[in-house]
């Protein structure tokens, strides 16, 4: 059973509002008087009872105060009526005019798989424009992107039980300790029950995740293709290579190889322009040709880049050539960063994609997912990717956004040019649950979203695990689930009967049943597919107990691990070994702009804190916006440790208290991502990110652009 109950309290299984890990929680709750607290849920294969401190801070920011409770149109509070009779009079409004490709649908890795299906299947299947997208495209695009290149869908080929199997654990543009802080918890757990395990932490940055590692590699900022190349080439030269399944399960051997080899011809060279130690660098390329059982588990340093699919491509080459993939303690791990971001690739929540992993540039599945919506307004084709979507809205050609659980305007690059961009907008909307952030402010209509401890629905994490997130409260004032809210638009809109939901289990079926809609002879769409789950009950619903993908009659129980014997998803099912050319980050730094900034998040704090900024003791660990420097830096550009300074980039400018620190290299800074103008009116990072984005997925190139320091006053 999910629920409990005392006289005074219940206890309620449910999943942690943060970072993909997808921790289960067992929160015990008091209605009367909305007190929660949390523990650990001790069954749940995410975390076994662990929870961070992020996790374990949830009871503290649930209360009300800044909480969204009613509708709003132009500043006055509105009834719902009111307030989605003009959403749905303004888009329809615009779409008349200027067709389905003037208005779009922002979204988040924060919203459950039913809002996600249901804002998909309305931007999609109903307004026909593919323009809706979302901030995990800020996050984990390339790791989709690479594995679809790669696989031939986007399958994570491994879970993390296999993380506490292996004797070698590489981590890769990923800060773990801090960001997927229970993870890093199970390895260093597992790592004291096998002495024989080692890590390798590949970072430009020695931060606390370096602190388990028998191996950091610092290397620079940019260079990872250059770094897997070699190692794919070291494989090669030393025969590390698993022949059968190179020869039985992969194609593009040759190429790949000679693109390597042509990359990297020696080592001292790949150290070189890796700034690396060759002794290091070749202590890493044995382990890992030596080692059967190797985890690469890699993250938001990977792909956020403009070349973050070759990055992920780089990885899976050298896992797919040894056949590190898909077995016990073997293969590679891409980690999301939100609590949701798997699920919204299940629904298809990027504007490249459709639902149940269909795309738009596959012939034929546009058609199969009209067929099973029932619609003739079908989207024809991709819509627009992040940042190019708040691009055409400053251009004026994107004339109405919906802005659904997140904050552009502080977290896309070129943050300024975004804010002018929502200013400039015709018709804003944005549904949150708190009463404001930099783009509520600037919205036409607010509408109050159920916030984490009353929304109820279906979450997936890193490993494909589908967890259910239980609501502990009723609806907070007159807030409401962001599926219904979706919903009574689409109706308005003129689409009553495919939006007819009463609950969101009929979600959650239509989105299981799609996942197995006209695809028992096409093995291309059978990683994701949850179909067993299309007739599940509310009762079944409510009890959901946590399962990996895919839940079929073959797998009832999920699947721990793909390909081990090839079967991708490629029409011939072999693998695409991908040939790729080392390509420096787009932006080098220059005379103006000489050191290289690198962005990411901080142990304590969510995106833009418009939770964990409620826990008191999480603003203790990071008061206020710093940048990390080395002190030669410091002393090169006249800054003072604890001072405040001003980073400047071509895009625009922020302030920050100045941290000298030998965990950065020297031409590097970092500075955290999660300030916003409520809490730091001049502490905006994106305000100075560059807006480059790879060319396969889109994803911004948040951990490379080149700025400039002075000391506050300065100029
Ligand atoms: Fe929540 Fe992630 Fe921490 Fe788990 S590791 S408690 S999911 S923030």
Aim: net charge negative.
């Amino acid at each position: 059973m999910s629920e409990s109950t005392q006289p005074s309290c219940k206890t309620i299984k449910t999943t942690c509002a943060y970072c993909g890990v997808g921790c289960g929680i067992n929160a015990t709750v008091n209605t009367d008087t909305r007190e929660v607290t949390v523990k650990g849920n001790e069954d749940h294969p995410a975390n076994f009872g662990r929870l961070c401190s992020k996790g374990s801070s949830l009871g503290e920011t649930v209360g009300l105060s800044t909480r969204l409770l009613d509708p709003q149109i132009n500043g006055r509070q509105a009834s719902w009526d009111e307030a989605l009779d003009e959403v749905a009079h303004k888009f329809k409004t615009i779409i008349d005019k200027h067709g389905p490709e003037a208005v779009a649908i922002y979204g988040s890795g924060q919203l459950l798989t039913e809002d996600y299906y249901v804002a998909n299947k309305l931007m999609k299947g109903f307004i026909g424009s593919g323009n809706i997208d979302t901030n995990s495209r800020l996050c984990m695009s390339s790791a989709v992107s690479g594995h679809k290149r790669a696989f031939g869908s986007d399958t994570v080929p491994n879970s993390y039980e296999d993380l506490e199997q292996a004797d070698l654990i590489i981590i890769t543009g990923s800060n773990m300790a801090w960001c997927h802080p229970v993870t890093f918890q199970r390895i260093r757990a597992a790592r004291e029950r096998n002495p024989n395990m080692k890590i390798v932490v590949i970072d430009p940055r020695r931060t606390d995740t370096c602190d388990i590692a028998d191996l950091h590699l610092p290397l620079a900022s940019g260079t990872d293709v250059l770094l897997f190349n070699g190692l794919l080439k070291f494989l090669v030269d030393g025969q590390y290579i698993d022949q059968n399944y190179v020869e039985s399960y992969t194609q593009g051997f040759e190429e790949a190889v000679a693109a390597a080899q042509d990359d990297c011809p020696y080592l001292g060279t790949i150290a070189n322009r890796c700034e690396l130690n060759e002794k290091d660098l070749l202590t890493f390329y044995n382990w890992f040709a030596e080692t059967e059982k190797t985890v690469t588990a890699y993250s938001q340093g990977v792909n956020q880049s403009s070349t973050g699919t070759d990055k992920v491509n780089a990885i899976l080459n050298c896992h797919l050539v040894t056949g590190k993939i898909g077995k016990i303690g073997s293969g590679p791990l891409s980690m999301t960063g939100q609590p949701n971001a798997m699920g919204g690739r299940e629904v298809g929540g990027l504007a490249t994609t459709l639902a149940a992993h269909m795309d738009f540039h596959i012939e034929g599945d546009a058609d199969r997912v009209a067929r099973f919506w029932k619609t003739d307004r079908m989207s024809k084709g991709v819509g627009l990717p992040a940042v190019d979507l708040f691009n055409a809205v400053y251009d004026g050609k994107v004339k109405a956004v919906w802005v659904i659980a997140t904050n552009p305007a502080v977290s896309l690059p070129n943050a300024n040019k975004v804010k002018e961009a929502l200013k400039r907008c015709e018709f804003l909307v944005v549904s949150d649950c708190v009463t404001n952030t930099d783009t509520l402010d600037l919205a036409h209509v607010k509408l109050p979203a159920a916030g984490w401890s009353e929304k109820d629905g279906m979450v997936t994490n890193t490993e494909r695990c589908i967890s259910h997130q239980r609501a502990l409260f009723p609806l907070a004032g007159n807030s409401k689930p962001d599926w219904w809210i979706i919903s009574e638009v689409a109706k308005r809109l003129g689409f009553e009967d495919a939006f007819n939901y009463s609950h969101q289990v009929e979600i959650f079926r239509e989105h299981a049943a799609l996942s197995g809609f006209e695809n028992s002879s096409d093995q291309r769409l059978r990683d994701f597919d949850i179909s067993l789950l299309a007739d599940i009950s509310e009762e079944q619903y409510n009890n959901f107990e946590p399962t990996q993908w895919p839940i079929t009659k073959e797998y009832p129980k999920g699947k721990a691990r793909f390909f081990a014997e090839g079967e991708f998803y490629t029409p011939n099912r072999k693998a695409n070994l991908v040939a790729l050319k080392y390509k420096a980050p787009a932006n080098q730094p220059s005379k103006e702009f000489p050191l290289v900034l690198n962005t990411g998040r901080l142990r304590d704090q969510w995106h833009t804190m418009t939770r964990t900024a409620l826990a008191p003791r999480l603003n203790l660990h990071r008061p206020e916006p710093f940048v990390d420097i080395h002190p030669d830096d410091g002393h090169k550009f006249k800054l003072t440790d604890g001072d405040i300074a001003k980073l400047s980039s071509q895009w625009g400018d922020m302030f920050a208290r100045v941290n000298f620190t030998a965990s950065q290299a020297v031409g590097d800074v970092f500075v955290p991502m999660h300030w916003t103008q409520q809490f730091a009116n001049h502490g905006r990072m994106g305000t100075l990110v560059n807006p480059i984005v790879d060319p396969f997925s889109g994803q911004p190139e948040s951990k490379h652009t080149p700025i400039t320091i002075a000391p506050f006053g300065a100029d």
